[in-house]
């Protein structure tokens, strides 16, 4: 990670946990991931891929207590088709950074001007794009990964910092938060971390918001959905969310191929936008009816696990 970092100077600012100085001069590396595209005949765990050879990342230093950019900023690109990235030579005064991942490619059709600031609407894609990002103390991350998941854990982190809380407070509350909506119940948070491919439950979490965020891409900003969650830790509370990822799992389960490990994940998801909370054996036999568009569906809680089905059409009388 970083070398070279210290924090045993006399205090001279920073946030109220902060017991010195934080320097650091030396190498941050890590791994960005993002869905290149949608493949049309391939099985879902296939989906997601590194980010691709020539993807910009910038590493922005942070206000150890408002984590606001100091103006400390570094570039780097993606070095392979895994999205490995490195930077050299960084001297730090904070232990926050927030690292991001451009949405376009340095290739022969884009060059990077320096410039960060990117159009939301790619009018030739046809789609909105994207800035993944991450927010981590170096002094604890290791192995870091940027990817969807820490795109909505960033933004509920800043929420939480701007009203006050500390970052291990902010970092634990919002990564509840976001396996509460997924209804990943005695799970940790390992998205932030490049192993999060070792657990066959965070790869399939993973898998299937990375396809979802590329459905949602074509249709409205991703600010929107990032925004809903860093306001109020749900992505429930939107009517326009919450009724896009109920589509977007209904349709898969309906037309895709989905394993029994896949169909669990997606009603945990299911009964999450809900706020069903977890499926327990005290709840053995519960069912929530909810509308969705223009049809009525259960949700059940049976052998430890959510189910959903869609039961009839509403008329229009």
Same mark, same amino acid.
């Given at each position: 990670?970083?070398?070279?970092?210290?924090?045993?100077?006399?205090?001279?600012?920073?946030?109220?946990?902060?017991?010195?100085?934080?320097?650091?001069?030396?190498?941050?590396?890590?791994?960005?991931?993002?869905?290149?595209?949608?493949?049309?005949?391939?099985?879902?765990?296939?989906?997601?891929?590194?980010?691709?050879?020539?993807?910009?990342?910038?590493?922005?230093?942070?206000?150890?207590?408002?984590?606001?950019?100091?103006?400390?900023?570094?570039?780097?690109?993606?070095? =392979?088709?895994?999205?490995?990235?490195?930077?050299?030579?960084?001297?730090?005064?904070?232990?926050?950074?927030?690292?991001?991942?451009?949405?376009?490619?340095?290739?022969?059709?884009?060059?990077?001007?320096?410039?960060?600031?990117?159009?939301?609407?790619?009018?030739?894609?046809?789609?909105?794009?994207?800035?993944?990002?991450?927010?981590?103390?170096?002094?604890?991350?290791?192995?870091?990964?940027?990817?969807?998941?820490?795109?909505?854990?960033?933004?509920?982190?800043? =929420?939480?910092? =701007?009203?006050?809380?500390?970052?291990?407070?902010?970092?634990?509350?919002?990564?509840?938060?976001?396996?509460?909506?997924?209804?990943?119940?005695?799970?940790?948070?390992?998205?932030?971390?490049?192993?999060?491919?070792?657990?066959?439950?965070?790869?399939?979490?993973?898998?299937?918001?990375?396809?979802?965020?590329?459905?949602?891409?074509?249709?409205?900003?991703?600010?929107?959905? $990032?925004?809903?969650?860093?306001?109020?830790?749900?992505?429930?509370?939107?009517?326009?969310?919450?009724?896009?990822?109920?589509?977007?799992?209904?349709?898969?389960?309906?037309? @895709?191929?989905?394993?029994?490990?896949?169909?669990?994940?997606?009603?945990?998801?299911?009964? @999450?936008?809900?706020?069903?909370?977890?499926?327990?054996?005290?709840?053995?036999?519960?069912?929530?009816?909810?509308?969705?568009?223009? $049809?009525?569906?259960?949700?059940?809680?049976?052998?430890?696990?959510?189910?959903?089905?869609?039961?009839?059409?509403?008329?229009? $009388?």
């Amino acid at each position: 990670m970083c070398a070279a970092c210290s924090g045993d100077k006399p205090t001279a600012g920073g946030s109220a946990e902060e017991t010195g100085i934080y320097a650091c001069e030396g190498s941050v590396s890590g791994r960005a991931a993002r869905l290149a595209q949608r493949p049309e005949k391939t099985d879902l765990l296939e989906w997601t891929s590194g980010a691709e050879d020539g993807a910009v990342i910038r590493l922005s230093e942070l206000d150890s207590v408002t984590l606001d950019t100091t103006g400390t900023f570094y570039y780097t690109l993606c070095m =392979n088709s895994s999205g490995e990235f490195s930077f050299d030579n960084v001297a730090l005064r904070s232990p926050y950074v927030m690292l991001e991942l451009a949405p376009y490619v340095e290739s022969e059709w884009w060059q990077w001007d320096g410039n960060w600031s990117f159009a939301e609407y790619d009018s030739v894609g046809e789609r909105y794009t994207v800035t993944y990002s991450v927010i981590v103390d170096l002094r604890k991350a290791k192995n870091i990964d940027i990817n969807v998941m820490t795109y909505l854990e960033s933004s509920r982190i800043r =929420n939480l910092v =701007n009203q006050g809380k500390t970052f291990e407070t902010a970092k634990q509350q919002a990564d509840g938060e976001i396996l509460e909506t997924l209804g990943m119940y005695g799970e940790p948070f390992v998205f932030d971390k490049s192993d999060y491919v070792e657990s066959q439950n965070s790869r399939i979490a993973m898998n299937f918001l990375s396809g979802f965020m590329w459905g949602w891409n074509c249709v409205a900003p991703p600010s929107e959905m $990032a925004n809903a969650f860093a306001t109020t830790g749900k992505l429930s509370q939107v009517d326009s969310v919450r009724d896009f990822f109920a589509n977007e799992i209904y349709n898969w389960s309906k037309y @895709g191929r989905t394993s029994d490990s896949e169909g669990a994940f997606l009603g945990g998801f299911m009964a @999450g936008l809900y706020e069903l909370g977890e499926c327990t054996e005290e709840r053995e036999g519960f069912m929530e009816r909810v509308t969705l568009n223009d $049809a009525d569906m259960n949700i059940s809680c049976g052998s430890g696990r959510w189910t959903y089905k869609k039961i009839f059409m509403q008329s229009n $009388a």
